[in-house]
């Protein structure tokens, strides 16, 4: 039997990419963010999240894509993603969030292989949905990678760590 994964698909420019709807908590209008000092660039700040700071990832900059100003489109997608064994809960800020679809097994490729020094580490694979190709997001990959575990495990509140 084939198996199929329900997908948010979220949008960056022109292009489509899709994170596991199982990992996605709640999609919020943008909003200010708490910025920290000395982070990294991909690093848009702190959202206040049910009393929780959660990092906000700037997508854009994250995958090495020009930042883009935020519009009444813009959202953060908080997640909660597993990274080497341990539970996780970031945002992303993407341009849009498109819609909720379907893939199965069968519709999503490998990454593909370009050549040179490009990395997909963060790509899981590539599918087809109507006429575009959706982007789909290893979700492990795209956290451990960088400072980004350590940055949430940095701002865990205070209640967890007790």
Request: proline share 6%.
């Amino acid at each position: 039997m084939e198996t199929s994964t329900h997908y948010v698909t979220l949008g960056l420019g022109a292009e489509i990419f899709a994170v596991p709807v199982a990992c996605v908590i709640e999609i919020l209008a943008m909003r200010d963010l708490f910025r920290v000092p000395d982070a990294p660039a991909f690093l848009a700040g702190l959202a206040d999240v049910r009393d929780q700071a959660v990092p906000v990832i700037d997508l854009r900059r994250k995958l090495g894509l020009t930042p883009a100003e935020a519009t009444q489109h813009t959202r953060i997608i908080v997640l909660e993603v597993s990274v080497g064994g341990n539970r996780i809960v970031v945002g992303l800020i993407a341009d849009r969030v498109i819609e909720v679809i379907t893939l199965s097994a069968a519709q999503i490729g490998p990454p593909p292989n370009v050549g040179g020094t490009w990395s997909s580490c963060h790509i899981a694979g590539v599918g087809r949905h109507g006429a575009s190709f959706v982007i789909v997001f290893d979700m492990e990959s795209l956290f451990s990678r960088d400072e980004v575990s350590h940055l949430v495990a940095d701002h865990e509140p205070a209640a967890r760590a007790a």
